[in-house]
């Protein structure tokens, strides 16, 4: 079997023969050379080309398009970045709505794209929701976060509040507290959507060369084992493998989110818990869980996994038995007619987090360089955004794009927040996960002591309070 195959659910669902394009084995000259057909890498590419198809750019990928966390995700095309509320809360209202908008925006301008140049990747709108749906604590903590959004300025319309009985219009899960409902998120089938963006940018006059490993990169060029691309500009679009390019990896930390997928569910099963329009939904823990119901009715369900010391990359995503059983375990709470059902795909990702969750879009003018990332594993969306704006940076435009807050125009790469050195990142890591998985057992053990819940809350949120 096709190695690339069992990468994910996703490539394996793929009808085309997954074979890779040629490798570079040439020295090239280019006006943009983008290391990673990825999604920010691609989406780079397609508004480079869109706006200025003269233009000569060149993307290497070290194995195929898709290989890394684009064909690996859990498919919610969110219109958000990480640390919205954050990045935004000290801008004026009328800027930070129109901030809103555009991130609010993202799945919109993804559907106009694929539906212009013919991709086809399951795209539905249907809303995101984010679900009380195991213990008490969690409705506080949704109606905390909805005053929040409140006080930003967010309405209805933007977010809502769904009691049980309106949660079960959409989605019916065994112990509902309510939800907090958005509709600016759509789900995908992820692999569809890179491999057909990867098509489309050939198609515009983009070169793609697959299994071209960057091994060496500097100011204006970047080289290969058997090739090199001297270039105006470098884009260095890896996220989760900043660590293949250094200095990248110290403001980059590869963290691993893993998933599993059931076997196509019976239309008897789907009419008990519904998701009749493609909604994303999760439950509300620091467990950060992720689902959606796939075009073909599978249940897809995901939460982070783990970082490994010294920010080395996990390439074997062959999931233990443990791996697998926490996250049968967490979509058994919420559905326990599907406790027993059959897994048929498990496996992960690399993705890349930002020191402070604070995601980035940088133009290095004086070294060539324009670097989008620190997505924080909503990268589906705001990628698409990275690569509109890194477009921006290089065309050398001043708007809306380039006017936000996680922007830094001619900004050098040591601006960025930079991780602590090993082993404070190791076991700071693993001491913060370690207090999530603690208070989610306590609070989902309805004979937990209340001082018990409460301290495990309290420990579990001084913890996350350090990696901001």
Request: glycine share 12%.
């Amino acid at each position: 079997m096709n190695p690339w195959r069992n990468i994910s659910l996703w490539m394996d669902q793929l009808a085309e023969p997954l074979t890779a394009r040629p490798s570079l084995q040439a020295d090239l000259s280019a006006d943009v050379v983008i290391v990673g057909a990825g999604y920010t890498g691609l989406w780079t590419a397609y508004y480079l080309k869109r706006q200025a198809p003269q233009l000569r750019v060149v993307v290497l990928e070290a194995e195929i398009a898709g290989f890394g966390a684009s064909g690996r995700n859990g498919g919610w095309l969110m219109g958000n970045i990480l640390g919205e509320d954050r990045l935004l809360a000290g801008l004026p209202a009328e800027q930070r709505r129109a901030s809103f908008d555009l991130l609010h925006g993202i799945p919109d301008e993804v559907a106009s794209v694929t539906e212009r140049e013919g991709i086809a990747c399951d795209l539905r709108k249907g809303g995101v929701l984010y679900c009380a749906a195991r213990y008490p604590e969690q409705l506080s903590g949704l109606q905390e976060q909805l005053r929040h959004l409140r006080a930003l300025g967010l309405g209805e319309d933007d977010y809502r509040w769904l009691p049980p009985a309106e949660l079960a219009e959409q989605l019916r899960v065994a112990n509902p507290y309510g939800a907090l409902y958005s509709p600016h998120c759509a789900t995908i089938q992820p692999a569809k959507l890179a491999r057909g963006l990867a098509r489309c940018v050939e198609a515009m006059g983009v070169e793609l060369y697959e299994q071209s490993r960057v091994t060496d990169w500097q100011r204006g060029q970047v080289r290969t084992a058997h090739g090199s691309v001297r270039a105006d500009w470098v884009v260095p679009a890896v996220e989760g493998y900043a660590a293949s390019l250094p200095p990248l990896g110290r403001h980059q930390l590869p963290v691993q989110s893993l998933l599993v997928a059931t076997e196509p569910l019976p239309a008897s099963v789907w009419a008990e818990i519904g998701l009749e329009r493609g909604q994303a939904f999760s439950e509300a823990s620091r467990q950060v869980t992720y689902g959606q119901r796939s075009a073909d009715d599978r249940l897809v369900f995901g939460a982070r996994g783990g970082y490994r010391f010294g920010g080395r990359l996990r390439s074997d995503f062959t999931l233990t038995e443990d791996e697998r059983e926490l996250r049968r375990y967490l979509f058994g709470e919420l559905f326990p007619q599907l406790r027993d059902v059959r897994l048929t795909h498990a496996w992960g990702g690399n993705l890349g987090m930002a020191r402070r969750f604070h995601p980035h879009m940088l133009r290095d003018t004086r070294n060539g360089i324009a670097l989008s990332g620190g997505y924080g594993g909503e990268g589906v969306g705001a990628s698409n955004l990275g690569g509109r704006t890194l477009a921006a940076l290089i065309l050398g435009q001043d708007n809306e794009l380039t006017r936000q807050p996680w922007v830094q125009a001619d900004s050098g790469l040591e601006r960025l927040a930079g991780w602590e050195p090993e082993p404070c990142r190791w076991l700071g890591y693993n001491a913060i996960i370690r207090s999530f998985v603690h208070e989610d057992r306590v609070l989902a053990d309805p004979h937990s002591a209340p001082w018990r819940r409460r301290l495990a809350q309290g420990v579990a949120g001084l913890m996350e309070g350090f990696m901001k």
